[in-house]
Every structure is written in C-alpha cells, then in structure tokens.
C-alpha cells in the first residue's frame, strides 16, 4: 500500500488569510514529499470557502517548483465544469511543468450550488454524460489530432498543446461510487477513487467489492490501481482520549458540508453557517463515538491495523484527508505522527 495526502485550504469565518493558508498548504505537501508519500491531491470547488480551490492546476504548479518527487494530482477536475481543449492542455502543460508528475482525476462533480453557478443549472446527478465523453477526449487530444461528435461535447479535429510529459499518458483516476462508475472506469483502463464519507469499514468492503466485479467484468483490461480517501487523525498511545478532538473536529467538518450538500442557504461571501447541533442529534453518524469509528480516528497502533484490512481488500493506495476544521498545528502533529509511527509498517 501506498500513501497520499489530500487537502484543500480549508477557511471559515474569522479565519487566517488565504495568502497563510496556502503557505500552510505547501508545508503539509513538502512534509508529505519528505516522509515518503506518493502523490499529494488537491481538489476544484467554486465560490465555497470551506474548500477554496478554484484551481488545482494553479496550486499544482507552484508546488511543483517547491518539491522534487511527489506526484501531483488532481482529485478531482469537475467534468460539467470543463471544455475538453483547454482542460486536455492545460493539464498537459502541469505534466510539463513539474517533469512528468500529473495524476490526472476526474469527476461528475457533487455540489448543486457550484452546478447552479457554473452549468446553467444542470442537476449535479446529470454530471456523469460530460465525465463520460471528457475521458475519451482527454485521451484522444492528449495522443495527437482528435474531433469529438457527442451529446454534451463537439469540436472539429483538434490535438492538445502542450502534449504531456509522461509516456505513454498520464494515469486517469475516476471519482466512482456506483457500480455503473466503477465499470466505466475500469472498462476504459482508468484508476479509481473512492470515500466512504461518514459511513464505516462496511461501505469500504462495499466500494472495494464494486471495484473488484468490474474488474472481474473486464478480464481484458489490467487491473487498476484503487485509491481510499479517509478524513485522517493521529493521537499519541499515552493518550486514550486522544480521539475526542479529531471526532469534535469532524463533527464540525460535517455539519459545514452538510449545509453546503443541502444548498438551503444564502451564502455570504462565500460563507454558509453550518447545520446546527441540534439538527444532527438524531442522526447517529454524527455522534463522537461513531466519528472515532468510523473515520481514521486512533492511535498509531489502531491505525496500522485499520490500513492492514484495508489493504487486504485489495486498496493500493491510502489517502489521508486533511480536511477537518482543526488549527495548522494540529494538522501537522497529526501528520508527521502517521509518518513516524504508521508508515514504517508498509513497504
């Protein structure tokens, strides 16, 4: 198994600067690049401040002059949101820029209030047409001459300038989580992504069993990596109650992604409140011992043990997810732990 950092600047009201929160953004990568992770994974989200990340390819590129292994991936462009020219070209031209480092990840998007804003309302469920016609395209533009006749996307023939570094191409990762996904992502030979949000160590089994018919389905195909991406907190053994400010810390997180999920708020300047307290007290995902439960919340130990099942199912690649409403400091305590004292256990 092999290890990835996901994060975004995460900002809420009150909060630092985004100018200090992207510095601190670097430091999380380089940390990462020198303890021995493989990619770093940064996302595309419009007009939220919970996740400021309007452009992956812009971050990827400064941090690409900052670091010298780690492997930059996008996780993920959002399809609807993209002509594939520019998208296929840009990308490349990322390749280019950090000498044969893009990851390349894709997705059909989630949040309603970004389709509201970008897509001339199109229902966010309806993003999977543009993933499904954008794959081929990149590929197609990233090769050499292509023209695309379909449903969502037309354009004459046309190639990708700059072509990317890496040969034969880039790795495709594909957002997945229904099994018509996962099919169409091993089917066209791209790698998968996969979270199980709020749900436990089941919904990881599930997603993996999902992955694993596909491929059983497409015996023709080589097997694709699969990535896990999991909200990640580390507290010391000589702590037992360690736990509790990476599951308050992920109530919080949840309770501000639920309200932008739900899209029932005016935003100010960026900001919504998050669903209160009460509004969730019933809902047993959001209760501090399910929180320990189920996300990657534990002692190093605990954690080693987590990962082994994980990779047994057959995962290839952890993601840690930063993502959590918690102080700079925190993050990083957090982080170097699992390098020092998770890590080891994995070759």
Known sequence: MQFSLFLHMERYPGDKSHQQLFEELCELVKIAEDGG????????????????????????????????????????????????????????????????????????????????????????????????????????????????????????????????????????????????????AVKNGCNVMVTALMKGDEEVADLARKFNTACADHPQVDRPELMFLRHTYVHEESDPEGWQPGAEALNRFYRYFMAWFKNDQQAVDGFFEPVSEEAVADNPEFSLDSLHRNMMIGTPSELVERLKGYEELGITEYSYWTDNTLPFEEKKRSLELFIKEVMPHFG
């Open 37 to 184: 992770f493989r990619a770093a994974w940064i996302g595309e989200h419009h007009g939220m401040q919970f996740t400021s990340s309007p452009s992956p390819i812009a971050q990827l590129s400064y941090l690409a002059a900052k670091t010298e292994r780690i492997r930059l991936g996008a996780g993920t462009f959002v399809a609807p949101f993209w002509d594939p020219i520019r998208l296929a070209g840009e990308a490349a031209l990322l390749d280019v820029i950090s000498g044969g480092r893009l990851e390349f990840g894709i997705a059909r998007g989630a949040y309603q209030f970004e389709f509201d804003r970008l897509t001339d309302g199109l229902q966010a469920s309806e993003g999977g047409e543009a993933l499904r016609e954008m794959v081929p395209a990149i590929r197609g533009l990233w090769q050499g001459d292509y023209a695309h006749e379909g449903n969502v996307y037309n354009f004459p023939t046309t190639t990708s300038v700059p072509k990317p570094l890496q040969q034969p191409l880039p790795p495709i990762w594909i957002a997945a989580r229904d099994p018509a996904s996962h099919d169409f």
